[in-house]
């Protein structure tokens, strides 16, 4: 049963701090999707990738956050300096984009984001 | 720009109920539909998708949804819940010029009464 993994689930990091956080997509597919999900604003999507390029990070705060992918089963996101309003849970999802257009995404289990 | 709208933000249901949740969606070219739900704790998992054909889409557990083209409308139904059904349940729309970016409603919360 292909999943999409996540780490790590919990992090606790102090203000100021750097923060990684993971994802492996499903084995053959060529869209990385990473989310942002808090009470007050919901699902905001931060950024994309397709076959590896970055599509549209136009969600996602420049001047802390980057999104990477440094090869097709990784995907990284980083955040530096962390801040409290960063507190969230942070998915990644993956989807196969083909010809026809249409793909359907699958998240991962996510990463719970603590910064005090 | 695409909206999704959900009508309902939190639905209370005794079990056996039926239910019916809402979802909108603004755009009006070919859509692709789908329908999340979010169990407490846990991330999203597909309930049931339409890309084309017969516009009435059966999912897991024993959910479905029509497409109503002329209506912009994706309703959820179940015709008889469980407590485990509680949960937060999202709809989301694509296109094919949105490059596969899913646009998510802004989410229901069902809670099951026992």
């Known amino acids: 049963d292909a999943r999409v993994t996540q780490t790590p689930r919990h992090k606790v990091t102090e203000m100021g701090q750097e923060v990684t956080m993971r994802c492996q997509p499903i084995l053959g597919h060529n869209t990385v999707f990473w989310y942002r999900q808090t009470m007050m604003q919901g699902l905001e999507l931060l950024a994309y990738?397709?076959?590896?390029?970055?599509?549209?990070d136009s969600g996602m705060p420049k001047d802390r956050f980057s999104a990477e992918m440094p090869d097709a089963t990784l995907a990284t996101l980083k955040i530096q300096p962390s801040e409290p309003r960063d507190s969230a849970v942070y998915f990644c999802?993956?989807?196969?984009?083909?010809?026809?257009?249409?793909?359907?995404?699958?998240f991962g289990p996510g990463t719970r984001l603590l910064v005090l | 720009a695409q909206s999704v709208s959900q009508h309902n933000h939190h639905v209370i249901l005794s079990e056996a109920a039926s239910l019916e949740l809402g979802c909108n969606y603004s755009y009006g070219g070919t859509v692709n539909l789908f329908w999340y739900v979010q169990y407490p704790g846990q991330h999203l998992q597909l309930l049931l998708k339409?890309?084309?054909?017969?516009?009435l889409v059966k999912g897991i557990k024993g959910f479905e949804a029509e497409f109503i083209k002329s209506k912009f409308s994706f309703n959820l139904r179940k015709p008889s819940v469980q407590w485990s059904d509680t949960a937060e349940y999202f709809c989301a729309v694509t296109s094919y010029n949105q490059g596969g970016k899913l646009i998510f409603g802004q989410g229901t919360e069902l809670s099951v009464k026992p």
């Open positions: 999802a993956s989807g196969f984009h083909g010809l026809a257009g249409a793909e359907t995404q699958y």
């Open positions: 990738f397709r076959n590896r390029a970055p599509l549209d």
């Open positions: 339409y890309f084309s054909g017969d516009p």
